[in-house]
């Protein structure tokens, strides 16, 4: 039961624990999460922003580079007309102070100039000797629009460069174009430095195929790919995602992962060409700041959860550590160390489902005295002896406890009494031998109540029975001056607990006429009729058992109840005379059996004579049974009392005559009116001294006859006995064979008539 109690506690606080942790860690995730989300928003900020900075850089570098030529365009528009050495001086100076591949100027009618870098000049050149892309870029400024050609691979100079061209004025009209190339790599600079996303990442130009135009030196992709859609960088979902958003000119943040990392990359468009700024974060830049304090604040918190849970499992331990010593104190005794009742009572009951047994309570012979005496000291270090013998006297499954003061139990797997004995006696002689260390007369003895186990009973109740019948055993142990071992004796205490029910029922059973009378006919041996009756007591208890005399009687007898019970039935007797008096039936005598303290109670006489002024009823009507065993006292006495009695009328008879006591002495000094012969007598008479019992009969019923005393038979059950107590000359017979004795209405019915 408290165990069962503590292991639901530390089995709650288990749960609460884990509770307690598994919700720190949902909400350490939440929070780790909320930050992540926290840092990936402030990166992807940082890289547009970032995107946003070196968009406007090229488009400053563009402008820049548009100024240049707008600026050239002005100064070549007097020589533009027709002197084409001049325009090519200019083109050459021009071509000096800049960094273009080639600078060419074209007229409306199509003939034109061209630079390059390497100093060469031509002269009246035709706009087929330019590129598709720079032809197209020319013609477009002809039109009156700068413009900006696509990608292309320059002849002169064999890398991709791009063509920047513009409208030469005169006046409003366009006389013609100013064209220069420039390679593409001029936008490596802006790209390429170490500032990208504070140095945690790279940004690439990329055309809107994602063919890359300039490719980062810092790419975290060292595989020699031409395209975004070449090698590891998209795959899957964000493929075709990143496609869409080209087409569409979209701005893009996605990620890639390559060699197993992740890395967040925005797509910008500039702006220009259907160009794109591929930006990556690389994740140590300036972002890695924000990654530093998620990572301290998930430190910090995952201290804190392990903090958290040392403490809590310290807490469950130091929980479970006090369940320990709370359930230790629960079933130990704190004097002794041994086991108390508790645990000896759950262990009874699971080795009694298991086999059987035999418990035994042992207790010392005076221990308040021996702890007064010897002092508590002593008396302790005596039952700490008595544990440390019992737990070397218990075998494999048995075991012992101690209850309270002197009280032990021990349960032996045993139920062979011989056996149970022996290894008491060796139990009780090791402690005496060894217990008190005490130069005293003091003798040391030890109470042992024994009982064995009954099959069949449900294990928790025999064991409650157990322990109750060992009290009773133990109770019956103890009284000697030495070690006594008794066992418990099934018999003897169901008649001591009918004697505790007599006892304590009997004041209770009289006032609620739980007595009833009932009679039992003699019959006149020679007319074969009613001669009389014998009221015979049954004790009807309310529970509807009925109890015999021999139960009670004997009890009633020492403990002084029989003078109010005899004197109940005397009256009941005299009701039932009553009774049928008044019913005009014609009354028999009724024998009333009376014991020996109401025989000599003082007010005896009187109170029967009493009962017949009562009642109305003569005297002779009621004879007095009284048991040959009063007269071995004082036959004087006795006789004065009988006098007593026969002057009031009634008559007086000795009852089981025969069964003990019996001298023929005894019974010739008495001045009785009737003789019962016991019932022994017929019993005996089939056996060998036969022909002996059978001479004693006759004498006592001559003698009896010449007294003038009449002779009862009891105990006549067969025609046999009929016969023999007619041929000794017995005069009426009482016995089965005529009947039982039957209930006042039974009796009525059988054998009163009206007269
Ligand atoms: P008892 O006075 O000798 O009564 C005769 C007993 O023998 C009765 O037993 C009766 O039932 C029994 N008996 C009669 N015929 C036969 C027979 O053929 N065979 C056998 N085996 N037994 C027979 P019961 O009623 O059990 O009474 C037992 C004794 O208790 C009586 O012996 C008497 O001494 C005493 N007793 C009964 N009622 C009272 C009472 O009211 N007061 C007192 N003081 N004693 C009573
Ligand atoms: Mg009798
Ligand atoms: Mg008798």
Not at 303 to 319: C, E, S
Request: with cysteine; charged share 25%.
């Amino acid at each position: 039961m408290i165990e069962e109690k503590l292991r639901k506690r530390l089995r709650r606080a288990a749960i609460l624990v884990v509770c307690i942790n598994l919700s720190l860690l949902v909400c350490g995730g939440i929070f780790s999460a909320y930050l992540r989300a926290a840092r990936n928003q402030t990166m992807k900020e940082q890289v547009i922003t970032e995107a946003e900075e070196y968009k406007s850089r090229i488009m400053k570098q563009l402008r820049a580079d548009f100024q240049t030529l707008s600026t050239l365009s002005v100064f070549l528009k007097d020589a533009s007309y027709s002197d084409w050495d001049l325009l090519a001086e200019r083109l050459q100076q021009t071509q000096k102070y800049t960094n273009f591949v080639n600078i060419v100027y074209f007229s409306r009618d199509g003939k034109g100039v061209l630079s390059n870098y390497e100093g060469s000049i031509l002269t009246e050149a035709e706009l087929s000797d330019l590129s598709a892309e720079g032809q197209a870029a020319v013609e477009k400024s002809l039109a009156g629009e700068a413009s900006v050609s696509k990608l292309f691979e320059s002849t002169i100079s064999d890398r991709r460069v791009f063509v920047y061209s513009v409208p030469v004025y005169d006046g409003s009209e366009v006389i013609g174009a100013l064209a220069a190339s420039d390679h593409i790599e001029i936008f490596s600079d802006i790209l390429s430095g170490n500032t990208v996303l504070g140095g945690g990442g790279y940004i690439n130009l990329i055309n809107s195929k994602g063919d890359f135009l300039v490719r980062s030196p810092k790419t975290v992709v060292k595989d020699d790919i031409s395209s975004i859609f070449d090698g590891p960088y998209l795959e899957g979902d964000s493929r075709k995602e990143v496609q869409e958003a080209l087409q569409k000119e979209e701005r893009t943040f996605s990620i890639f992962t390559y060699e197993g990392k992740k890395y967040p990359f925005l797509m910008e468009p500039v702006g220009l060409n259907n160009w794109y700024l591929f930006c990556v974060s690389t994740g140590d830049g300036l972002s890695a700041g924000t990654d530093n304090s998620v990572r301290i604040i998930q430190s910090i918190f995952i201290t804190v959860l392990l903090l958290i849970v040392f403490l809590m499992i310290y807490g469950y331990r130091a929980l479970r550590n006090y369940n320990k010593d709370l359930l230790f104190l629960a079933y130990h005794d704190t004097v002794t160390g041994a086991e108390n009742m508790t645990r000896f009572r759950q262990k009874l009951a699971d080795s009694l489902s298991a086999s059987g047994g035999s418990v035994t309570a042992l207790s010392i012979r005076q221990f308040p005295f021996l702890t007064e005496i010897f002092g508590k000291t002593k008396s302790v270090e005596l039952l700490c002896h008595i544990k440390e013998t019992a737990s070397r006297h218990i075998k494999k499954n048995e075991f012992f406890c101690h209850d309270t003061e002197d009280r032990f139990y021990l349960f032996f797997q045993e139920t062979n009494p011989e056996i149970i004995r022996r290894r008491l006696e060796a139990f009780t002689s090791e402690i005496e031998r060894n217990a008190l260390n005490i130069r005293t007369d003091y003798q040391l003895a030890l109470y042992c109540g024994v009982t064995l186990s009954s099959a069949g009973i449900e294990p928790e109740l025999e064991a409650e029975n157990m322990l109750t019948r060992v009290q009773f055993a133990l109770d019956k142990a103890k009284g000697g001056h030495s070690s006594t071992i008794w066992f418990f004796d099934t018999e003897l205490h169901k008649q001591e607990e009918l004697e505790n029910y007599i006892e304590s029922h009997m004041h209770h059973a009289l006032q609620s006429r739980e007595f009833k009378l009932y009679l039992q006919p003699k019959i006149n041996l020679k007319t074969g009729r009613l001669d009389s009756a014998e009221a015979l007591v049954r004790w009807q208890a309310d529970s509807g058992r009925t109890i015999y005399p021999g139960q009670f009687i004997p009890l009633f007898e020492r403990n002084g109840f029989c003078v109010n019970l005899d004197l109940y039935m005397a009256e009941q007797a005299c009701r039932q005379i009553r009774s049928w008096l008044d019913r005009g039936l014609d009354p028999v005598p009724i024998s009333v059996n009376q014991s020996k303290l109401l025989f000599f109670d003082r007010d005896y006489v009187r109170n029967l004579t009493c009962l017949l002024d009562r009642y109305q009823i003569p005297a002779s009507l009621i004879t007095l049974e009284i048991l040959e065993g009063l007269a071995l006292e004082n036959v004087d006495e006795l006789n004065a009392r009988i006098l007593q009695l026969q002057e009031k009328g009634f008559r007086v008879s000795l009852d089981d005559f025969g069964s003990g006591y019996s001298s023929l002495n005894v019974f010739g000094s008495l001045k009785i009116n009737e003789l019962k012969l016991d019932r022994d007598f017929l019993m005996n008479a089939p056996s060998q001294n036969q022909g002996r019992i059978r001479l004693i009969l006759e004498e006592i019923v001559r003698l009896t006859g010449r007294l003038g005393i009449s002779t009862v038979a009891e105990g006549v059950e067969t025609p046999e006995d009929e016969q023999l107590i007619r041929e000794i000359g017995c005069g009426v017979g009482q016995g089965y064979l005529y009947s039982r004795p039957l209930s006042a209405e039974e009796f009525d019915e059988k054998y009163m008539y009206v007269k």
